[in-house]
């Protein structure tokens, strides 16, 4: 079968008159997303890890156990709020204890040695001896729930990261601002919040 110029001429005249009729009602991105095959999407990896074969190099006091901030919260995505439970209605965020480390390590783990150390703790019923990490002066005071609850943080959206850095990424945790009065007021200015005296000091 044959088509003259002139029919195909009309042919194309319609297709480009249906495209724009298809374009008028769809849009114009819809109706080339619809010609188009659909392109795969890349997903972001999950975060790993990576192994550490030296620590001495580590910045941060080296604990008693060498509990892997990056591998807890940052590999296994675990909420800083799930260990330290007091964060939010406290001025300390405490630690966890005993119990909630068991409550993954009693099966997870076991042959990991620092895990073996965390066993041993608990079984003997000997509470872990913490090295403080972030250290500031006794007359300045830093109440974690006025900054964490969402009703008090005046639209502040404090993260922990603010203060203590990319935690989730830390294979030991070291001290990552250096939580001096300037740096304190600077961010105090910049969230419109108090700098009264007795905010901190009291």
Known sequence: MTIDAGTAG?????ALLLGVAVVGLVGPERSVRAQQPPAQQ???PPFEAPEIPDTAGLPGPRQPVFFRHDVHAGQYQIDCRYCHSSAESAPYPGMPSMKTCMG???IA?????EVQKVREAAMSNQAIEWIKVHRMPPFVHFPHMRHLKRETAVKAEITCQTCHGQVER???VYQFASLKMGWCLD???KNKVTTDCTACHY
């Open 104 to 106: 993954c390590h009693l």
């Open 187 to 189: 961010c105090h200015k």
């Open 170 to 172: 830390m294979p030991q």
């Open 10 to 14: 009309r042919h194309a005249a319609r």
């Open 42 to 44: 890349q997903a972001t």
């Open 109 to 113: 783990g076991a042959a990991i040695p």
